[in-house]
């Protein structure tokens, strides 16, 4: 059985660390405060050097190597935040640098990677098999393997986002984080039980890539068969047997979340908290909104990363729109004379839904003869407002059908 990480390293982690990593803000969340009807912060690790909390564990493990492996130089797998945060501690303790990503990788993280100094290999459709080819690599060159979870060194300076958070929120009950591997979980248990024993730390992972919950079901870590999600950062697919040590003994829950509620997650933190977050980093405010775990104020919910590809977050924005009810896509059957898409139109303005963009076909199979399809999007105040339109549409004579996400 592993032995689990101790306060004393994450304190030494913490004094590795000083003058490398900020101390990140704690924000009051409004609208999570509203929900849960208790005061609810936000660890914004999203505004952390490499927009994310991973630079903490890998300056910590690469701090402490030799002058000898050093020479040797590093090498790790990453689908993007750990990649950043190897290569800037790299070039701050002064190794190099090789990165192993997934040939889908977002490329505004592979960027930053190389504009941080590493040799960035695409390499592997997953995290898992970026990793298998950097033990390779490690194997054959002599680089040592900075791992981005499985390792002590990195669980005491994932930690150190703990007792930051202890010390500027002390009446804290529950600490919420989403989860990959569990390395920022781990730490963040093993400092938030041994001040303060009485804090809840509960884990968060993408429904689509949750290798926690059955793991924990077997007593040992289980490897997933497949895994899909947008927030690819937590995107892994078996727990480490260090981290899975760690959260079997410390943590108090683990629970999942859908694809809607990260989006609908990440519209709110844009919207109303300002935050940029990728789809890892908003896991645990989507739990919070689904309301997949019960939670006690004062609450601190981590927001792990930032680092999300533009195109991505228009992306997920309409998809978050649409998850909350304010972006509508219907088509509309009716009769093909003159002036019917005008009038169409008019009744939706009539309703204050304003028409994003409109597809008027004639050519389809299975319309009937004088009869036309009118695709739409349409923004909408929300559902109740959705569902009004709707209905008087119907109302009207039209056959509305509502199209499935994509």
Known sequence: MTELVSLDEVRAARDLLDGVVR?????????????????????????????????RGAYVRISRLSAQERARGVVAASAGNHAQGVALAAGLVGTHATVFMPVNAPLPKVAATKGYGAQVELIGATVDESLVAAQTFAERTG????????????????????????????QVTTIVTGVGGGGLISGLAVAAKALRPDVRVIGVQAAGAAAFPPSLVAGEPVRLPAFTTIADGIAVGRPGD???SHVSKLVDDMVTVSEEDIS???????????????????????ALLAGAVEVTAPA??????????????????????AAA???LRVTVRCSDRPGQLASLLREIAEHRANVVDVVHQRANPHLRLGEVEVALSVETRGVEHSDMLISALRASGYQVTIAPEA
């Not at 609208?31 to 909390?53: H, I, M, T």
């Not at 601190?300 to 729109?321: A, F, Q, T």
């Open 23 to 55: 101390t990140t803000p704690l924000e009051p969340s409004r609208p999570l405060s509203a929900a849960l009807g208790g005061p609810v912060w936000l660890k914004c690790e999203n505004l952390q050097r490499a927009g994310s909390y991973k630079v």
């Open 143 to 170: 680089a040592v393997l900075i791992h981005p979870f499985d390792h002590r060194d990195v669980i005491a300076g994932q930690g150190t986002v703990a007792l930051e958070i202890l010390e500027q929120c002390p």
């Open 242 to 244: 260090v981290t899975f």
């Open 264 to 286: 609908r997650a990440l519209l709110m933190l844009l919207e109303r908290g300002k935050q940029v977050v990728e789809p890892a980093g908003a896991v645990g405010v989507a």
């Open 300 to 321: 601190v919910v981590v927001l792990s990363g930032g680092n999300i590809d533009p195109l991505l977050m228009l992306r997920v924005i309409e998809h978050g729109l």
């Open 325 to 327: 009810g304010r972006y």
